[in-house]
């Protein structure tokens, strides 16, 4: 039996997976990284709008950032 943690990261990799598939198609969509980023961004704020303040959301989001920076920065400029 999975423990809740087992469980919580099992649930966050379908969900990573899934939106990595969405980059996919938005990358079909439109070629500009900035109308994704900003696409992506927005989703964030509407998947909390009504519940959160959008100065919190942010504050969500610079936090995220901050814990995937050393992972990313460890591997280094990405390719494509």
Sequence with gaps: MATPTEENFRDYK????KALEILVA???TS?????IELALLVSIFELHKGALPAETIAAIVQG????LL???AA??????
Excluded: I, N, R
């Design 31 to 35: 070629p500009k990284k900035t109308d």
């Design 26 to 28: 938005m990358k079909v």
């Design 75 to 80: 591997k280094g400029p990405s390719q494509g």
């Design 70 to 72: 050393p992972y990313y």
């Design 14 to 17: 379908m969900a990573e997976k």
């Design 64 to 67: 995220h950032l901050k814990q």
